[in-house]
């Protein structure tokens, strides 16, 4: 079984602040995904990452994916209220038609 | 576009009854995931189907859990009878075939078990 573990787990900073979040495995995938979940709210897909050492920026958000693709970090510049929220990774093997989601970082910028 | 639809959104009942949860996919995605979320965790992959047929229940606690999806669009997931430990937030996905990495999810159905 694939894991995926997200640290921290929980996160509360200052608005403006720049904070990571990390998801971290022993396996390799092919891909690797971060989503945000809002309360009541289901998960958003924020970015897919496929090849290793790739990285994206979404705005204020930069994703990495490891060069051994079993690892992938999330860094927010000058957090605002609006980045509150779950965070979860999800990784995903091609021939293998499903996602193996992370354990979650619960982010709160507090204004 | 619409997007996914669940329902009921919120779900109380008592432990050994039977609860039932609907999902309504994007038109045209033929892949139809279920997912639990206990809370404060990931979701967990209950069952996946691929227009009406079951791809992958591996995870799914078949003694009290089932699944339908009979016309390839809307699906049903039902626990009877339910335990204290079967409260979480159930969600919804779908995707086109094939992208799997493009997953919609709906807004879930939290369901408390007393």
């Known amino acids: 079984t694939q894991l995926l573990e997200q640290s921290p787990q929980f996160l509360s900073i200052q608005e403006g602040e720049n904070l990571t979040v990390y998801c971290n495995s022993s396996?390799?995938?092919?891909?690797l995904q971060w989503y945000r979940q809002e309360p009541g709210e289901g998960p958003v897909l924020l970015v897919t990452?496929?090849?290793?050492?790739e990285v994206k920026k979404l705005k204020r958000l930069t994703f990495q994916f490891g060069d051994a693709r079993k690892d992938s970090s999330l860094h927010i510049t000058a957090a605002q209220p609006g980045d509150t929220g779950l965070y979860l990774c999800?990784?995903?093997?091609?021939?293998?038609?499903?996602?193996?989601f992370g354990t979650g970082t619960r982010l709160t910028i507090i204004p | 576009e619409a997007g996914v639809a669940q329902s009921p959104r919120y779900k109380i009942i008592e432990k050994r009854q039977s609860v039932a949860f609907w999902c309504n996919p994007i038109?045209?995605?033929?892949?139809l995931y279920w997912y639990q979320q206990i809370l404060g965790q990931g979701p967990k992959l209950l069952i996946q189907?691929?227009?009406?047929?079951?791809?992958?229940d591996s995870q799914l606690p078949k003694d009290r859990f089932s699944a339908e999806r009979l016309k390839g669009v809307d699906s049903t997931l039902k626990i009877q009878p339910a335990k204290l430990e079967d409260s979480a937030v159930y969600l919804c996905?779908?995707?086109?075939?094939?992208?799997?990495?493009?997953?919609?999810f709906g807004p879930g159905t939290r369901l408390t078990v007393l």
């Open positions: 999800a990784g995903a093997n091609f021939g293998n038609e499903k996602l193996t």
């Open positions: 396996s390799v995938f092919s891909s």
């Open positions: 990452v496929v090849t290793g050492g």
């Open positions: 189907f691929q227009n009406n047929g079951v791809v992958d």
């Open positions: 996905a779908s995707s086109l075939t094939g992208e799997v990495y493009t997953q919609y």
């Open positions: 038109s045209g995605h033929a892949t």
